[in-house]
């Protein structure tokens, strides 16, 4: 598959995954993260590694989220041999709240040819751009 | 050279890169930056795109940062093909403040066969975290 299919292909997966997160699943994500995942966000004071941790945490806030909006801003799909990193800022809406987040999804081609997440870090942009 | 050889080796980059920017020196990550980097932090709004960008904004700050302490906690390096994933939690202080960092860091192997930082994420631990 040429890099363009491969970014093309990757941002469907990922806006897939994401409206069903707004709607309060997490399956979406779950779905394509990696046995190996590790993961940041700004909730936790650790890094989270692997899958089945990932599915605990991700079950424990299974239907309480809820974002009326989202606007996927500057999306860029980096693609080398095996590797695909997707990059970009999220504008959300939470219950009226606006949310501004940075965004990095690091995926893993596996054998059987599918893209899977080994990495992913979300953060908040500073309090003082949110509140803009 | 084994997986294990491109940790340790990417490990001891990062804190030689780490030490001179605790002493206001951001040579260190611009000279392993990959010219295609790309770079999150909490203070941008937007995600910073390219090698010269970075050195824009790394001059811009250059003798203004001054850590005093520093621990690189956790630390994972996840290897394949041309690919390494360097994360880790990073606490420190800063003029008598600590933070509470997580890091994500993306190389790239070039045909030299150096590895180059082609993505950069640091993000902070939410505020009530950071102040325990």
């Given amino acids: ?8 292909a990757i941002l469907a997966q990922e806006k897939t995954a994401l409206e069903a997160w707004n709607a309060g ?11 190996d995942i590790t993961y940041f966000d700004p909730m ?3 890094r ?3 899958w089945k941790n990932m599915q605990v945490y991700y079950e424990s806030i299974r ?10 801003i500057d999306p860029q799909v980096e693609v080398w041999e095996e590797t ?18 940075n965004c990095t999804e690091v995926y893993r081609l596996l054998a059987d040819k599918t893209w899977k997440i080994i990495h992913n870090h979300w953060s908040l942009i500073q309090p003082a751009v949110e509140s803009n």
Same sequence: chains 1, 2.
């Fill in 1 to 8: 598959m040429d890099k363009e299919s491969v970014a093309k």
């Fill in 25 to 35: 699943n997490p399956s979406g994500y779950l779905e394509i993260y990696h046995p």
């Fill in 44 to 46: 936790h004071q650790k």
């Fill in 48 to 50: 989270i590694d692997g």
């Fill in 63 to 72: 239907g309480k989220i809820k974002v009326e909006q989202y606007e996927i």
């Fill in 84 to 101: 695909a990193v997707l990059t970009y800022n999220l504008f959300c809406t939470s219950e009226g709240v606006p949310y501004h987040w």
